[in-house]
C-alpha cells in the first residue's frame, strides 16, 4: 500500500476541491507532511485520518475553529472521533425518525377527521428529552476537570460507587468501582468502551438494596427527573452518602446571576418553575451545600459554560447538547440566538459585560450536594 496521497488524488477521493485542501493546510487544520518521489507535499496515512475527521465535522455543520478544536484535543484519538461522529449522527437520525413517526401519526389521525391536540403536534418536538438531545452530547459535554476535581474530592474514601443519571460518564471516577444507572438507551450507547457496567434504570426506583454503595453520586441530571426529591431519596436509601451537582433557585433574583438568561432567555425561569428548592433537596438527604465555579475556559459544555465565549452559543451543535434549549421551544431560542448575534456583532454585549473579562471563574448557581 502506498505511503503517501497527492493532494489531487486525496481530493477525488474525498469529493472536495483542491482549493479546499490548500486553505486547510493555508489554516493549519491539516497540512500534508509527506513527500512524493518528485518532492512534492503529499497526505501521509495520519494526514487522511485527520482530515476525514475535519470533513465529517464539516459536514454536520460545525464551524473550522470548533473543528479546530475538536480534532486538535490530545486527549481525543481516531476511535474517540469515530464514536463521538457516530453519535452525532445517530442524533440527527433518530430525531428524524421521531419526526416522521409524529408526522405519520397526525397525517392519519386528520386523514380520519380527528382532532388532533395540542400536545400530539408538540410531540414530534419535545418527545423524550434525552433520547432526542442526548447524541449531540458527545461533542461538546467533556469532563471539566476543575469540576471532576471538586466532585471527586467530595467522595472522600469511597470505593463503590453510582452513578446516577450517569449519561456518558463524563465524570466517573477511574480509581473507584463505579455502577452506572441511565435511562436513556441514546446516552447508554455513547459509552466509551471500558466505561463503567451502565443499568436500565430510572433515579425514582434504583435497583439496588439498602446501602450497597459507599456513596451515590450525581451530576447535573435531577433536573431531568420525573420526580427529583424521590430520585434524592433513592439515592439515599442505596447509599452510605450522597454527592450531587446540581443547580440552586433559592436566591432571590436567581435568573439575573447569568447574561444569558436575564438578557436573552428569560424562558429559562420557567424551565425550573417546577424544580425543587435546593435547601429542600439538601433536607431530603441531609447535605450541606458548596458553590461550584465554572472555569471561563470550561472543557465542559453545560448551559453556563461559555459565559465569557458568547459567541458558542450561536453555534447549533454547541446548544443541541444543552436540554434548556429544547426545553424553552424553537421559537423562544431563534429569537435569543438573533438577539445575541446582533448584540455581539454591535458591541453591545461588550458594553454590559465587560467585567466579565478579567474573571477566570463564575458563581452561576451550580452547586455540590454533599450528604
Same mark, same amino acid.
Request: net charge negative.
Given at each position: 500500500m502506498e505511503d503517501? #496521497?497527492?493532494v489531487g488524488h486525496v481530493a477525488e477521493l474525498a469529493g472536495v476541491s483542491v482549493r479546499t485542501l490548500h486553505h486547510y493546510d493555508g489554516i493549519g487544520l491539516v497540512r500534508p507532511s509527506a513527500r512524493t518521489a518528485a518532492g512534492y507535499r503529499a497526505y501521509s496515512a495520519g494526514d487522511v485520518e485527520r482530515l476525514r475527521e475535519v470533513l465529517a465535522y464539516r459536514r &454536520? =455543520?460545525?464551524?473550522?475553529? /470548533? +473543528? %479546530?478544536?475538536?480534532?486538535?484535543? @490530545?486527549?481525543?484519538?481516531?476511535?474517540?472521533?469515530? *464514536?463521538?461522529?457516530?453519535?452525532l449522527l445517530l442524533e440527527r437520525r433518530d430525531r428524524a425518525d421521531a419526526m416522521v413517526a409524529a408526522i405519520d401519526r397526525e397525517l392519519q389521525a386528520r386523514a380520519r377527521g380527528l382532532k388532533v391536540t395540542p400536545e400530539e403536534q408538540l410531540e414530534m418536538l419535545g418527545a423524550r428529552l434525552y433520547d432526542a438531545i442526548g447524541g449531540a452530547y458527545t461533542a461538546t459535554r467533556r469532563?471539566?476537570?476543575?469540576?471532576? %476535581?471538586? +466532585? #471527586?474530592?467530595?467522595?472522600?474514601? %469511597? *470505593?463503590?460507587?453510582?452513578? $446516577? =443519571?450517569?449519561?456518558?460518564g463524563s465524570y466517573e471516577p477511574a480509581d473507584r468501582d463505579v455502577t452506572a444507572v441511565e435511562p436513556s438507551a441514546v446516552m447508554r450507547g455513547q459509552r466509551p468502551a471500558g466505561a463503567a457496567p451502565c443499568v436500565a434504570a430510572a433515579? /425514582?426506583? &434504583? @435497583?439496588? =438494596?439498602?446501602?450497597?454503595?459507599?456513596v451515590a453520586m450525581a451530576v447535573s441530571t435531577v433536573h431531568? #427527573?420525573?420526580? @427529583?426529591?424521590?430520585?434524592?431519596?433513592?439515592?439515599?436509601? $442505596? %447509599?452510605?452518602?450522597?454527592?450531587?451537582?446540581?443547580?440552586?433557585?433559592?436566591?432571590?433574583g436567581w435568573q439575573d446571576r447569568f447574561w444569558l438568561t436575564r438578557d436573552y432567555l428569560p424562558e429559562f425561569a420557567a424551565v425550573l418553575a417546577g424544580f425543587p428548592s435546593l435547601a429542600g433537596m439538601a433536607g431530603a438527604i441531609g447535605a450541606r451545600a458548596e458553590p461550584v465555579p465554572v472555569p471561563w475556559d470550561c472543557a465542559d459544555g453545560l448551559f453556563e459554560a461559555y459565559w465569557r465565549r458568547p459567541a458558542a452559543y450561536l453555534e447549533d451543535h454547541v446548544r443541541r447538547a444543552m436540554s434548556v434549549w429544547t426545553r424553552v421551544g424553537p421559537q423562544a431560542e431563534q429569537r435569543a440566538v438573533r438577539s445575541l448575534g446582533d448584540d455581539l456583532d454591535s458591541g453591545r454585549w461588550a458594553e454590559r459585560n465587560g467585567d466579565l473579562a478579567g474573571l477566570d471563574a463564575a458563581d452561576l448557581g451550580l452547586r455540590l450536594l454533599i450528604a
Open positions: 503517501h #496521497w497527492t &454536520l =455543520g460545525f464551524g473550522l475553529r /470548533e +473543528i %479546530a478544536e475538536l480534532v486538535g484535543d @490530545p486527549s481525543t484519538d481516531a476511535v474517540a472521533h469515530l *464514536r463521538r461522529l457516530r453519535g469532563t471539566e476537570p476543575r469540576i471532576a %476535581a471538586q +466532585i #471527586w474530592d467530595a467522595l472522600g474514601d %469511597a *470505593r463503590t460507587v453510582l452513578n $446516577v =443519571g450517569a449519561g456518558t433515579a /425514582e426506583s &434504583l @435497583p439496588f =438494596g439498602d446501602h450497597s454503595f459507599d431531568h #427527573w420525573e420526580d @427529583p426529591m424521590a430520585g434524592l431519596r433513592e439515592m439515599r436509601r $442505596v %447509599a452510605h452518602r450522597v454527592v450531587v451537582l446540581t443547580f440552586d433557585t433559592d436566591e432571590p
